[in-house]
């Protein structure tokens, strides 16, 4: 979205292809940003104040709760023809002219290029205090992490220089689409870790210049993505970085016996790590999306605490119908946090154990809130899962199961969920014909009969269809009083089939796709946005207690407690046919209290994954194997 913004503040938002900014909360969060800018308050405009709650965006909140932008983008920028004045912008102090294809390719890979180098700036300068920290300067310098955003984005510019009313003109769009996606296809043919971009063998070379910590290796690889090596002396760093951020378990470092032992992360996982803490988040926020207020603070939850928050919700519970039996057996669990309400103060946690923190303050207050809170809010498995913990844990369990006379399962595996569209690629391309869900769809001019109302010309469309072209022209020339050829309408179909025409075995292939137009794009966009920003409420929603790491629309990651997730995946699924009824979402029109109806996408097809995994189990394994089930 940040790549996106320079663009849609020159130009506005209807630039904006794929994805829309109808309802989408990024949009609403950047205009909330330049009215504020104009020193006016959203709040006070009701007509905007109410798309953008339509759309998910929580004022209040400072920025877009969930990630529904998704990694592609489509713009149409203006013509420098017929518009010149107006076709130039400004963005990090430099100024672009639409002339140029490849100018413009530049400018926007500058532009991610400088939003990269901003936040990991913002990152060394938030947490950089301590000699230590400055080794990771040094580190980033020397691999060039600068310049190895961790993931490569290709552009493609496709011109378009069609007269006014010219044959090329009719399917400018289509043309221009075509362009840019064979061009990305291409280029996307080979693709390499982002890791390769660094500097490993110059770092690796000028091994002197990083002693390693007694009784250590000097170079370890990261225990998160196992990739990259781990930054040098990671343990004593990783401490560092925990008091540097005020956060001592971002990190899991513990002290065994005088050593330290724990997670070694390398500086892509460090950042990524970094970038969630209270601390960092505003700035980084700052950087990539701009600012209207103080945001309320994030909390990311652990995956432990999405498969423990159904015990949690037991214990607390249990704790309102029998104070006196729960509570000592929670004391000999976890020690209450005496920083409780300073941490509660921006209350914004993981939704699930946002409502208990709310079901806790409403029935108990001083050491109880403490001690209840903090199995709340606290991370899972340092409360519940580890070593000695387990005999205290399972006679609170046993407690509580008296207590509630249902079983409270301490579960310590979670389900994630993966979704992903079927054929999505071919219906933005306009290839309808060859999706599997639209049987219907055998042939373009078949198609077309059955959209106009005057019977004539579906007979003669139909017709064409069939090849049977003389008798098309003869049956149009009646109809019309006028002469009309067969070779006139071959030499229009000639141009309709150099323009659909992709390469296939089969010659009547381009037969069964159409023209895309901005407008078919618009609504299967407007269609996507309001299909991931739905998902991405249902998921969260306390009840079901999941958590949404990516919703594209199509596609879809999140993490939920197991017990949910089943029901959850279902709602996924129904939401992308049509919800309340087949083919189209229902929109909530807040103050009118009418219905608004977005399109869905109907009967096209949609696969789902539920992977159900260990809380210890490595994330990026589990992500393998629902990638891996997806594809079955
Ligand atoms: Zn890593």
Redesign the pocket.
């Known amino acids: 979205w940040s790549i996106a913004l320079p663009f849609v503040k020159a130009f506005g938002p209807d630039i904006l292809v794929l994805p829309t900014a109808r309802g989408n909360p990024f949009f609403y969060h950047t205009l909330t940003c330049m009215l504020s800018d104009q020193r006016l308050r959203v709040e006070t405009i009701p007509d905007i104040k109410k798309a953008a709650e339509l759309a998910g965006y929580e004022i209040g909140l400072g920025y877009p709760r969930h990630a529904v932008v998704p990694a592609k983008i489509t713009l149409i920028l203006p013509s420098t023809r017929s518009y010149p004045q107006d076709a130039r912008l400004t963005a990090d102090g430099k100024e672009l002219e639409l002339s140029d294809a490849k100018k413009i390719a530049e400018f926007i890979n500058e532009i991610y290029l400088s939003r990269w180098r901003g936040l990991v700036k913002s990152i060394l300068e938030t947490i950089s205090e301590t000699s230590k920290l400055e080794v990771l300067r040094k580190v980033f310098d020397y691999i060039a992490l600068n310049d190895s955003p961790p993931l490569p984005l290709r552009v493609a510019v496709a011109e378009v220089n069609a007269a006014p009313h010219s044959k090329d003109a009719y399917r400018a769009y289509h043309l221009a689409f075509r362009k840019v996606s064979s061009a990305l296809s291409r280029a996307g043919g080979l693709k390499v870790s982002p890791s390769a971009a660094l500097n490993l063998t110059e770092y690796t070379r000028n091994y002197e210049q990083y002693p390693p910590a007694s009784g250590e290796l000097r170079f370890y690889a990261?225990s998160?993505?196992g990739?990259?090596p781990a930054v040098p002396k990671s343990l004593e760093v990783a401490e560092d970085i925990n008091s540097s951020v005020s956060e001592d378990k971002l990190v899991t470092i513990e002290r065994r016996n005088g050593r330290l032992t724990g997670e070694r992360?390398?500086p892509?996982?460090m950042i990524k790590r970094i970038s969630t803490t209270r601390k960092v988040f505003p700035r980084i926020l700052e950087e990539l999306l701009e600012k209207h207020r103080g945001p309320e603070l994030p909390r990311f939850p652990s995956v432990s605490s999405v498969a423990a928050i159904n015990f949690k919700k037991a214990v607390i519970d249990a704790a309102a119908k029998r104070p006196e039996t729960i509570l000592p057996l929670l004391r000999e669990v976890i020690k209450p946090r005496e920083d409780i309400n300073e941490l509660l103060a921006p209350p914004v946690t993981y939704g699930p154990e946002q409502e208990l923190l709310k079901q806790i303050g409403q029935k108990f207050k001083g050491d109880d809130f403490q001690v209840l809170g903090t199995l709340a809010i606290g991370d899972a498995e340092d409360l519940l899962l580890v070593g000695g913990q387990r005999a205290r844990v399972s006679k609170l369990a046993k407690a509580v199961r008296k207590v509630l006379s249902s079983e409270p399962a301490l579960n310590t595996y979670y389900a994630m969920i993966k979704g992903d569209g079927d054929d999505v690629g071919k219906i933005v391309d306009g290839g309808i014909g060859n999706v599997k869900a639209i049987p219907t769809f055998k042939n373009l001019f078949q198609y077309l009969s059955t959209l106009t109302p005057n019977k004539d010309l579906g007979n003669v469309l139909r017709m064409i269809g069939d090849n049977k072209l003389e008798e098309a022209a003869q049956r149009l020339s009646e109809g019309l009083g006028r002469e009309v050829s067969p070779e006139k309408i071959h030499e229009l179909l000639a141009l309709l089939k150099e323009s659909l025409e992709v390469e296939s075995e089969d010659e009547d292939n381009w037969k069964r796709r159409f023209l895309v137009s901005p407008a078919y794009h618009a609504a299967l966009s407007r269609s996507l946005m309001t299909l991931a920003t739905q998902i991405s409420k249902e998921i969260s929603d306390p009840r079901v207690g999941g958590f949404v790491v990516y919703s594209g629309g199509d596609d879809v990651l999140a993490v939920s407690p197991v017990k949910a997730a089943l029901n959850v995946t279902l709602t996924v699924r129904s939401l992308y046919g049509g919800w309340p009824s087949m083919g189209f979402l229902k929109q909530n029109d807040i103050e009118s209290e009418k219905d608004s109806f977005v399109p869905s996408l109907g009967d096209l097809g949609q696969s789902l994954a539920i992977t159900y995994a260990h809380y210890r189990y490595p994330l990026s394994d589990v992500l393998k194997s629902a990638i891996n089930a997806l594809k079955e």
């Open positions: 990261c998160v993505c990739e990259v992360l390398c892509f996982c």
